[in-house]
């Protein structure tokens, strides 16, 4: 069975059997979905859809096939690939590997959908890539259903501004009486956060710390402890950049 065209996002791809690749797909009616791109290596109708395949580029796709692992039927180019010079390109494919490991297959998220779009092109343009990362974080937690309360407390309780709180990734924030401990959030911070999440407020270095770090346990947890390899390959990248700077 073939579906009509849809928009699409290439997350991934390699190899597949002999002469065809196996495609990761964010589209945004069939959510996340594997297909098979045939007869990549032929000059024909396969090997045309092989060259389009590229991620941060927007298509027209059009799957087939009844069983889970679709086939592309069709594909076409729907606009100018975005460019992520140098670091930028991290950012893009840390969104596409948090995509393939925590969005379940074939649940459409328009909504998100349109945040990478808008992620990827903020990026691009350098708008503040920490935090554009930090939003589509937030948006990806909230299509998953763990969004992130930062308003209230595992109780449903409004924050206090003279209150302390825990981070615990199955509960939200949990208030506390150590003020002392590491990890402790106040409640100032968090009502800052909530303004920067809900009216994009501007935040501080301390805050966007403190954001950095409770994303980061949020993120860990999700991934039941399964490092992410972008996160090395980035290390990596770093680490050949300095000792290029120092040679």
Known sequence: MKNAVQPAWVLGRRAYRDSSLLVELLTIESGRTSAVVKGVHRKQRGGSFASLMQPFCPILVGLGGRA?????????NAGVAIS?????L???LYMNELLVRLLPRFDAVPQLFATYGASLLAISEDQDPELTLR???LALFEALGYEIQWHRDDRGRDVSGNRYYVF?????FVETAESEVAGVLSGT????LNAWY???STLSNHSRRILKRVMRQAVDYRLDGRPLKVREALAQWRNLGQAAQDS
């Open 135 to 137: 939003r589509f974080e």
């Open 198 to 200: 809900r009216a994009g």
């Open 168 to 172: 615990a990734h199955d509960r939200g």
């Open 84 to 88: 992520l010079p140098g670091e930028h």
């Open 90 to 92: 991290f950012s893009g």
């Open 68 to 76: 889970e692992l679709k086939y592309v039927s069709s594909a076409e």
């Open 189 to 192: 911070d968090l009502i800052a």
